[in-house]
């Protein structure tokens, strides 16, 4: 053959394997509203930046009629490229391809790539597609399962790694993206669960539906499995790209720096938050009127909503926020609140990135179904994650600062860098009222007005107690400050701690409480 | 001040002796709420099926006796009579399909 015959050969090779399950299957995968694994990398990654490795990998299966069956690419479509020019390694399971299924060769495509990103130090993006385990394959199908789960822990802290469900990702396949960190679901489109509907109507009698069991809604809604819920794949595509903006390539970087921008906001930040610490307002307003070009990039926005993370900027840095939020359960601390609150603040930990506390915090959700749902195990995640941290850590306590909810939201005595306090703060440790009456418990037992005794009793204990000068007294709190002052004093924190270098003894690893 | 924008779906909301105006999830609103535990109520403790009944109402049971066989997750669950008492009803015939928590026999 001449060289060019190679050459044209080496074309007509590509352009049929690069048909994946070929023009039937494709038509059938877009009549259910979904792209094709190709056309989502390119969706994906930049222009011309797509390099494919192992197009011509074949499966290895002589059992059960395998051996007739050709499956091109096996099924998984691995490669690298960049998003805004950061490097990216990127795997996305062809569902045209035997229903995405997973085999032995399919696996070793997903863990040569998993082994590539972690060698190259950069972020891996899994798109998941998949019926699931290729039965034919047997037990070779499971080891290539175990063998993503293990790659998947080796690189956790080290690379980011973000998950996209776009179409079914049952039985063990779901654990890939359990233990990645970010995972991204379709409205309609992704699917998460351990056992179907078909296998618990039989065995447990109960029905439900594909969508009402773990569709895009309830992993982002219910159970928190999911951080970012989208009405398309568009939509998804453009928040992964958001999402890389914020992070780094890996563990031993910084985010990159973009040029710093003033909020959007305009006006004095107290006005967004009413006097009375009773009444609600959206914390992230607060949020938007503090990071630049009041861009907030919230994460897990629909699920346990009663506390806010996510990433802003501060003159161009990435910077994680956690928030109480006093618009949802008033703000409290809960099983799942803080279970997303520490998740997050170890992440920033591991990726280098400062946290900042905005608190507002009324105390520990009280019922049975809390205690018996372990919330002490829970909310000793936040302890735990806070104390762990060596990132900067800033906390501003906006409102009140109540109880054990206190000393959880990043206090001074778990490490807190910065404390600043807004002058209208109330730490204490209980509200005032609740303190008041035990400790005026007789006075007001025994006045002949009980009303007017207690309001007199709370006012006392609220002028002595409900401040932030008590604790500022003690240095608990650094800096009193006029809310105004908020960004620049955070800017200047965030500055001041670029050369923070903080040490915890050596160990192999702790045993935080999950 | 500026005006500020209305906030909608507000509740009261005591915590302690605070009581806030904010919203409800619709996990908290779902919660299971607890309930003093009634021992005279044999509750399944995972869904099945009944597949034997070995007690009919009225009787008077022994402590330890088996009182049917629910079948779940492919074994046999022997569900046992918890103290010395009568049965006072039975909810359940052979071969229900029953959900958690599903009172299958009452006793007194």
């Not at chain 1, 107690?465 to 809310?483: C, H, L, R, T």
């Not at chain 2, 209305?6 to 605070?18: N, P, Y």
């Not at chain 2, 008492?85 to 599903?102: A, C, F, L, Q, Y």
């Amino acid at each position: 053959m001449s060289l060019k015959k190679h050459i044209l050969d080496l074309r007509k090779r590509k352009e049929q394997v690069q048909k994946g399950g070929g023009d039937k299957a494709i038509e059938k995968q877009v009549a259910r509203g979904k792209q094709t694994a190709r056309a989502r990398i390119l969706a994906l990654v930049d222009k011309d930046s797509f390099t494919e490795f192992d197009l011509f990998v074949e499966h290895e299966a002589r059992d059960f009629g395998m051996d007739k069956k050709q499956l091109h690419g096996d099924g998984v479509i691995i490669g690298t490229g960049t998003i805004y020019g950061a490097p990216i390694c990127i795997f996305a399971q062809d569902f045209t391809v035997e229903g995405g299924s997973l085999g032995l060769m399919h696996a070793r495509k997903i863990t040569k790539i998993m082994d590539h990103a972690l060698k190259m130090r950069v972020p891996l993006i899994g798109i998941n597609d998949s019926g699931g385990a290729r039965i034919q394959e047997g037990v070779n199908a499971l080891a290539g399962y175990g063998e993503i789960f293990y790659r998947n822990t080796m690189a956790s802290g080290v690379i980011p790694q973000i998950s996209v469900i776009l179409g079914p990702c049952a039985g063990g396949a779901v654990y890939s993206p359990a233990l990645t960190d970010f995972v991204f679901v379709v409205d309609k489109i992704s699917k998460m669960f351990i056992t179907g509907p078909s296998v618990i109507e039989s065995v447990l009698g109960e029905k439900i539906s594909m969508e009402d069991l773990g569709g895009a809604r309830v992993h982002a809604e219910t159970t928190g499995n999911a951080h970012f819920f989208s009405d398309s794949e568009a939509e998804c595509f453009d928040q992964i790209k958001k999402l890389i903006t914020f992070i780094p390539w890996n563990n031993s970087k910084k985010a990159k720096t973009f040029p710093p921008k003033q909020p959007k906001f305009k006006g004095n930040i107290e006005d967004l938050i009413p006097s009375d610490p009773k009444q609600p307002y959206d914390v992230r307003d607060v949020i938007k009127g503090i990071v630049d070009d009041s861009d907030f990039f919230e994460i897990q926005e629909l699920w346990a909503a009663n506390i806010v993370i996510g990433f802003g900027r501060l003159n161009g840095e990435t910077v994680g926020f956690v928030a109480n939020q006093p618009l949802v359960l008033a703000g409290v601390l809960d099983c799942d609140s803080s279970d997303k609150a520490a998740r997050f603040i170890r992440y920033c930990d591991a990726f280098n990135i400062p946290i900042v506390t905005l608190e507002d915090m009324p105390g520990y959700l009280p019922g049975a179904d809390q205690e018996h749902a372990g919330v002490i195990r829970h909310g000793a995640k936040v302890l735990y994650a806070y104390s762990e941290a060596t990132v900067p850590k800033v906390t501003v306590i906006l409102r009140k600062a109540y109880g054990g909810g206190y000393i959880a939201m990043n206090s001074r005595h778990l490490g807190a860098d910065f404390m600043f306090a807004w002058p209208m703060a109330e730490i204490a440790v209980m509200g005032p009222e609740g303190a008041a009456n035990i400790i005026f418990r007789k006075d007001i037992e025994e006045a002949e007005d009980a009303d007017a005794m207690r309001a007199i009793k709370v006012q006392e204990y609220k002028d002595k107690f409900a401040n932030p000068y008590v604790a500022a007294a003690k240095g608990y709190i650094d800096s009193v400050i006029e809310p105004n002052e908020t960004r620049a004093l955070l800017l200047h924190a965030i500055e001041v701690s670029i050369n923070k270098d903080d040490h915890r003894p050596a160990k192999k690893h702790g045993i935080p409480p999950f | 001040m500026a005006k500020k924008k209305k906030i909608e779906g507000l509740v009261d909301f005591a915590i302690l002796s605070m009581k806030y105006k904010t919203r409800l999830t619709k996990k908290f609103e779902n919660r299971i709420k607890y309930e003093d535990p009634n021992f005279d109520l044999i509750k399944s403790y995972i869904p099945g099926t009944i597949l034997e009944i070995y007690v009919k109402e009225g009787d008077k049971v022994k402590a330890g006796k088996s009182l049917l066989i629910l079948e779940a997750m492919k074994m046999r669950n022997q569900i046992a009579m918890p103290r010395d008492g009568v049965i006072k009803s039975i909810n359940v015939v052979t071969g229900d399909k029953i959900p958690k928590n599903h009172v299958m026999i009452e006793i007194e």
